[in-house]
């Protein structure tokens, strides 16, 4: 049998499909943790920056405005690198303290880009605001971190898929490999039956798995088949060998006819015994002919419902003449029917 090409297999496609399923399965996993990931980093900012805006206000309402002012341009001064920014402003918008500028209002709370607060930084900004008496404060902390954690992710998300695709598609083309292998002895073996070599069994492996048990009914079918295609050939040699007899007799009967017809003798014996004969041969044909209908179904619309009891009290009503003659006892035992009997010895 010729190898099935792999890439027009069942098997490859599976194994296709499987690997696709996994890929998948991962990514949309992958990118579910991302965004739950995410969104606990982006509410843990907002919670600090929150929390900041709370001691800011308690300031504010303890100590005053001055001393208020003094504090956050304290925290303003004691920021490096631009980590967290404040904005103050009062009632008309100008700007008391700040260590950014703003390109618009800031909101109330987003996320925002640090280009839009006058930063060169390529990453974004949490921010909150909220009013301090006729001033408006806005505190805000940078995204960095999270554009890190976003990007080892994505790095380590990225590698960890291929390595996953690398290792789905290695196992289900292992099992492919095996899988149409398989196939293909299977299909080596079908071939040596249907090249008339009956005595072949297609191979079963330990696993006992499905194709196993298919594999064994087709080695009993094969097995079946076999048995018939046997009984065939020795019923077919024996039809043979009967007919062999009758047809050398009606060859015998035809030449004797022939040679005393060219004698002017009468040959009408002859010709009876040719005729007896052949009607025992067509007899023997019709036989055949039905034994093959009925095997094949096809005088199965003629059949009829027997009632055996019946026929075996006919049959046994027929034979009581002659035990009574014997002095013999014939008895039949059927349900439904009488017992017939005459006794003085039982056969």
Same mark, same amino acid.
């Given at each position: 049998? +010729?190898?099935? /090409?792999?890439? +027009? ?14 890929? *998948? ?5 992958? %990118?579910?943790?991302? *965004? %739950? ?20 206000? /308690? ?5 005053? +405005? ?69 001033? +408006? ?25 291929? *390595? ?20 293909? /002895? ?67 009967? %035809? ?93």
């Amino acid at each position: 049998m +010729r190898p099935v /090409e792999f890439y +027009r297999s069942i098997s490859a496609r599976l194994a296709a499909l499987f690997t696709a399923i996994v890929v *998948l399965g991962v990514f949309v996993g992958g %990118i579910t943790a991302y *965004l %739950i990931i995410k969104t606990e980093l982006e509410q843990r900012h907002f919670t600090i920056i929150e929390n900041d805006l709370r001691y800011f206000a /308690e300031l504010y309402r303890k100590d005053g +405005r001055d001393e208020f002012i003094d504090a956050l341009q304290s925290h303003t001064h004691s920021t490096r690198d631009h980590e967290a920014v404040f904005n103050l402003t009062d009632a008309t918008g100008k700007t008391l303290v700040s260590n950014i500028s703003p390109r618009q209002r800031l909101p109330d709370k987003a996320e925002i880009a640090s280009t839009a607060l006058g930063l060169k930084e390529d990453f974004s900004y949490f921010l909150v605001s909220a009013p301090m008496g006729t001033m +408006r404060l806005t505190l805000g902390q940078s995204a960095e971190d999270v554009s890190e954690i976003e990007e080892i992710f994505l790095q380590a998300s990225g590698w960890a898929l291929l *390595l996953i695709f690398a290792l789905t598609l290695s196992g289900v083309f292992a099992i492919a490999t095996r899988t149409n292998q398989r196939i293909s /002895e299977l299909g080596n073996a079908l071939d040596a039956v249907n090249a008339g070599k009956l005595d072949t069994r297609l191979p079963v492996s330990r696993r006992n798995d499905e194709i196993d048990r298919l594999v064994t009914l087709m080695n009993r079918s094969i097995a079946a088949l076999g048995c018939v295609v046997e009984t065939n050939r020795q019923i077919s040699s024996d039809i043979a060998h009967d007919l062999k007899a009758p047809l050398n007799r009606l060859r015998i009967d %035809i030449e004797r006819a022939i040679e005393r017809e060219a004698r002017g003798e009468k040959v009408t014996e002859e010709l009876e015994r040719i005729e007896a004969e052949s009607s025992r041969i067509l007899s023997t044909f019709d036989a055949l002919l039905r034994i093959a209908q009925i095997e094949s179904g096809a005088r199965k619309e003629r059949f009829v419902s027997l009632d055996l009891g019946a026929a075996t009290s006919k049959v046994a009503e027929f034979y009581q003449s002659y035990a009574e003659d014997l002095g013999a006892t014939l008895d039949i035992d059927v349900p439904g029917h009488p017992t017939k009997s005459t006794a003085t010895r039982s056969f």
